[in-house]
């Protein structure tokens, strides 16, 4: 019995130590396998999930960006990308919300200062109580312009204008349909 016993000792640190000496030898660093890994453009450098970020300007908030996923690419030419959709807010100095825009999918390029958004793009001016639908909309973030080339809708209390493109400043204020139709209803003043 006590033979058995070492007999059984000796088996079980047999097989500990090859278990132990074939992880040792199956797992060698691949310096060229790591470094593919790690340095693979197609995967991003930092990801966070249920993102809020904060653009101000001399302390005063400007757009509030609101992300279920943002993904940040370190390349040669850095973006974020925004897989999931965001949802940007613009405020006025009074904090005020004035301005809403919302996409299925979004990119911001870092050195260029341009961000894309496309997919469902739905631009609400609530002041005016105006709403812009487009697929495809170009923030420069350099000339504080925003504007598209492709089909948009605009809807206001007065009626629907369609258009081949738009033009607006950066706080979503003033637009400018390009190549314009639509209809209107005018309300004649009795004499």
């Not at 260029?112 to 739905?122: G, I, L, N, R």
Request: charged letters at 30%.
């Amino acid at each position: 019995m006590i033979w058995s016993f070492v007999k059984m000792k000796i088996i079980k640190k047999s097989i500990v130590a090859i278990v132990i000496a074939t992880m040792l030898f199956a797992c060698k660093n691949d310096m060229e396998t790591i470094s593919q890994l790690t340095t693979d453009p197609s995967l991003p450098g930092e990801s966070a999930r249920d993102v809020e970020m904060i653009y101000s300007d001399s302390g005063r908030i400007m757009i509030k960006l609101v992300s279920p996923v943002l993904n940040r690419y370190l390349t040669e030419d850095p973006y974020i990308e925004f897989p999931e959709g965001l949802h940007l807010f613009f405020y006025d100095s009074a904090m005020n919300v004035k301005s809403e825009l919302t996409a299925n999918y979004g990119i911001n390029y870092e050195n260029k200062k341009t961000m894309e958004v496309k997919d469902d793009v739905v631009i609400t001016n609530h002041d005016k109580h105006e709403v812009l639908n487009t697929e495809h909309v170009i923030w420069d973030q350099r000339i504080k312009k925003i504007y598209s080339e492709v089909f948009v809708k605009r809807t206001t209390p007065d009626g629907v204008l369609y258009g081949e493109g738009f033009d607006a400043d950066e706080s979503l204020k003033s637009w400018k349909l390009r190549k314009v139709s639509g209809e209107f209803q005018f309300n004649e003043q009795e004499k």
